[in-house]
């Protein structure tokens, strides 16, 4: 987890954090705001944190262990698993591990979106209910339009945006909530 997250869950200010784990605050402070990164500290340092937070050393280096995958290869492999698993064994496991919420909660928002609009387009083909716990993330969306790469790339070449704007209204709703424009999920090889 992100250290500033677990101080807020906790209500703890930098300062208290410092003061019960006998971490420096510059430490802290440089980690939460990013010009330091929780994995280059000392296993004492993590330590001293994980127990002043009552969390385990792995839950602080979690997000800092994780590798980005290319968002062309996470909507790849999501769709496979999509065709693999068939759409209510995807729909129910993807809700069962709380992945939405994992990466919106590490703050990878386009990977969470597209699995959120994912879950939701297929509800929505299977005629069932969406799924409550995500009307929070529902109300969210990106700054800007994230559109394939094969777009992009047939945008560059031709130079007209006319292709682009045909893409959009041909995006499949549940993603375009978000501004990611999808609108083939199933013809996956």
């Known amino acids: 987890m992100i250290l500033s997250d677990l101080l807020e ?23 939460t705001t990013g010009k330091s990164n929780i994995k280059n500290c000392t296993g004492e340092t993590l330590y001293r944190l994980s127990v002043a937070l009552d969390v385990s050393i792995e839950d602080l280096l979690e997000e800092s262990m994780l590798k980005r995958p290319s968002f062309e290869n ?17 729909i129910i ?60 790339v047939m945008n560059s070449f031709s130079g007209d945006e006319s292709y682009k704007h045909e893409c959009v209204s041909e995006a499949i709703p549940e993603f375009m909530r978000f501004n990611i424009v999808e609108s083939e999920i199933r013809n996956v090889y």
Not at 77 to 90: E, N, P, Q, W, Y
């Open 74 to 90: 996470y909507k790849s492999a999501v769709c496979h698993m999509v065709k693999r698993k068939g759409d209510l064994s995807f």
């Open 93 to 152: 496991e993807t809700l069962k591990t709380n992945e939405i919420r994992k990466l919106y909660n590490i703050r990878w928002y386009l990977e969470s979106f597209y699995l959120l609009a994912m879950v939701d387009y297929l509800s929505r083909e299977n005629n069932l209910p969406l799924a409550e716990e995500y009307e929070d993330i529902r109300g969210a969306r990106l700054r800007e339009v994230v559109y394939p790469a094969g777009v992009i």
């Open 9 to 31: 869950q906790q209500s703890m200010t930098k300062y208290e954090l410092s003061k019960k784990s006998g971490v420096a605050f510059t430490t802290i402070s440089e980690i």
